[in-house]
Structure formats: C-alpha cells, structure tokens
C-alpha cells in the first residue's frame, strides 16, 4: 500500500470521491463525542441550580453553542473522510477548546465568560483548518471550502471580541453571532447549502444525531443517580426508590420512542427546508431531552404524598411536550418507516396536550399522582402505537 493511500496519512477526501465510503463514526469522533457526556452533565447542573426565567435562557443559550461546536464538525466529517495525522491532531485541540468551554459553565455569569467564549471562538478556528486542508486536497471543492474558511474565521473574531465586552452586551454580541451562524444554512442565496459538493452523507449524520441523542438522555439517568447518592440511597424511605425507578424507565422509554420512530432516519430528500428541519429538530429535541433529564432529579426529593416542585414541574413537562413535538417534526422530514404508520400525529397531539395540561395539575396533587399524568404523556407514546400494531400485525 503506498503511503498517501494509508488511512493514517492520506489525505482529506470528499466522500463522494470514494468507492463505498462507509457512513460508520470513526472513532476520534466517538472521542469528541465523550467531553460532551460532560458538557452535558454541568449544563444539566447549572439549570437545576438557576430554575428561574434568566438561568433557563443562559442554559438554552450555552447548549446551543456547545451543540454547534458538535454540530458543525459532524457536518465537516459527513463530507470529507479524514483520519490522518493531522486531523487528528487538530481534533484534539477542539477537545481541549470543548474542555475550557465545559470548566467555564459554573462560572458562565462570573469570570467563567471568558474562557467559554475564547474556547469557542478557538472551536471555530480549528474547523477553519479543517476545511482549509479538505481545500488543499479536493480542487473540485475550493469554492466551499473558501467560503466555510472566510466565514469560520470571521465568527471565531465575533465570538473572542464578546469574551472582553461587559454584560450584558457580551451575550447579546454572542447570540447574534449564533444567529448568523445558523443564517449561513438557511437564506437560500448565501448559504452553503447551494453547493452541489456541501453534501454531507445523510446516513453517517443520521448515526451522528442517533449518539449524541443516547448521550444526552443516558445523562437524564447520571443525574437521577448522582441526586441519590448524595442525598444517600440508605436514607431514603422506600416510596422515594420507587420514584427514583420511575425516573430511570422514563429515561428508558424517550430513548424507546426516539429509535423506534426516527433515530437513524434520512431525510426523504435533499431540499434545503428538508435538511434545515431535520438539523433544527433535533437540536430541540435534544435540548429537551436535557430539561426531562433535570427534571427526573426531583423524584429523589420527595415521597409519593409530597407535591413535586414547581421549577422540576414547569421544566419536566414542557420538556416533554417538547419532545415529542419534535418526534412529531422529525417523522415528517425522515424517509417512511413503518413504526410511523402507528405511531401517527394523533398520538403525539395526545402527548403533548396532557404533558402541558399536566403542569397546571402537578403543584396540586401528591407526586404519586403527578407522576401518573405526566407518566401517561409519555407511556402513551409507546403503549397506543404497540396496540395498534398488536392489533394489526395479528390478523396479518
């Protein structure tokens, strides 16, 4: 095998310039993927401790930036197919910007900005390499990977200049620049999207969102557990390890819906709103995925005659009926699966309305109660379309 031929210093290469290109994760991904088990974990830490308007917003505001700097590299690794000796080196520095980023969170009101904001604008730096070296190597791509360069570098200058400008200016100045990142995929005339090469393998992205969403709800359950063993699991009174049970099969079962319905589903087509729905989506429903998990933590604080707290309640069950809108969003933008002809709008119209309804209830009732509605929200999502399936599924 010749040198420039092998995977560890072969060159950047567009996926469509391969025989068979596999749409498999290559492992310095799953790698990327680890620090956000942690990234994930502190934001989750930090909205459980600001359960009010203004902390929401700032935990809405860093999960998406933390899901962009995921995001947009995925992106790069579902177009060109490299695992090289640089890229991986590059791929390590945007580890340790994610780890400056993800130190940052407790701190992000304080003297913790400036080392999340400088550690994403170096995130943006390091995918401006990236396409600079898939520019080297892929002649029939210079135009996009100019255009990604220009516009990387141009953010990454917005990003540090907020690191030194005083509150609230500083997250304003960063929002408007997440804005324009999002911008850049979708006004039809300027975003990338309108290069025939900016064609990521759908199937490689489909697994992409599939992993990180298991990392994001598998925190859901991190968080149940960590609450208990330091409230200490021999302290508790049973009803409340019956809850902490509740917590974990709720977990269990929004992963149960997400696979079954839409998890490693392309997109029926290529059009722009198509693949902006589906990017869009799933960033919401993973970012609810992250309200339910927090959530969950208020199962091991109280018994089953104690009212659930209100600040658990609001995020619990709007998270929820976030969620399953977003199954409902994603089914209409993936190709036909057949889960989806039980699994129908009716279903999830159902879901969301008692997961809404159920917050005006919960502060009213034993949690014993609560549970049992909100609990209905999400069994049904699973218990009608297995019915209908039983029922159809039998005679055939």
Request: aromatic letters at 14%.
């Amino acid at each position: 095998m010749a040198l420039k031929d092998h995977p560890m210093w072969r060159k950047p290469q567009h996926h469509q310039d391969i025989n068979h290109a596999t749409d498999h994760v290559h492992w310095t991904e799953l790698f990327y993927d680890l620090i956000h088990v942690v990234t994930i974990f502190l934001l989750g830490n930090y909205l459980s401790h600001h359960l009010d308007v203004g902390g929401f917003l700032v935990f809405c505001g860093l999960f998406i930036a933390l899901w962009y700097a995921w995001g947009e590299l995925s992106i790069f690794n579902s177009i060109y197919v490299s695992t090289d000796v640089w890229h991986r080196l590059i791929m390590s520095v945007m580890i340790c910007t994610l780890m400056f980023m993800a130190a940052a969170i407790p701190a992000i009101e304080g003297k913790g900005w400036l080392y999340f904001a400088l550690g994403f604008a170096a995130n943006r730096v390091m995918l401006a390499m990236l396409y600079l070296r898939a520019r080297r190597s892929n002649s029939a791509t210079h135009s996009l990977c100019n255009e990604q360069i220009r516009n990387f570098l141009i953010l990454a200058s917005l990003f540090a200049i907020t690191a030194f400008l005083p509150k609230p200016y500083a997250y304003w100045g960063f929002a408007a620049a997440m804005i324009a990142t999002q911008a850049l995929y979708m006004i039809p005339r300027i975003s990338v999207l309108r290069f025939d090469r900016f064609s990521p393998r759908l199937g490689h992205m489909a697994e992409r969102f599939a992993l990180l969403t298991l990392i994001v709800l598998g925190e859901g359950f991190f968080k149940l557990v960590i609450t208990l063993s330091e409230k200490g699991i021999y302290k508790v009174s049973p009803d409340v390890l019956v809850n902490f049970v509740v917590g974990g099969v709720s977990m269990f079962v929004m992963c149960w819906i997400y696979f079954d319905f839409v998890g490693n589903g392309k997109t029926k087509d290529d059009k722009l709103s198509t693949l902006v729905t589906w990017w869009l989506a799933h960033l919401v429903l993973m970012l609810c995925g992250v309200m339910v998990g927090v959530a969950l933590a208020g199962e091991v604080k109280v018994g089953f005659w104690d009212p659930y707290p209100v600040e658990y309640a609001a995020i619990g069950c709007f998270g929820l009926a976030g969620y399953i809108a977003m199954l409902w969003v994603l089914r209409n933008t993936i190709e036909h699966r057949v889960a989806n002809r039980f699994g129908r709008g009716d279903v999830r119209f159902f879901g969301i309305i008692v997961a809404i309804g159920s917050f005006f209830v919960i502060p009213h009732v034993p949690s014993l109660v609560g549970n049992m509605i909100w609990g209905t929200a999400l069994l049904s999502q699973i218990a009608i379309p297995l019915t209908r399936a039983w029922k159809t599924f039998r005679h055939e």
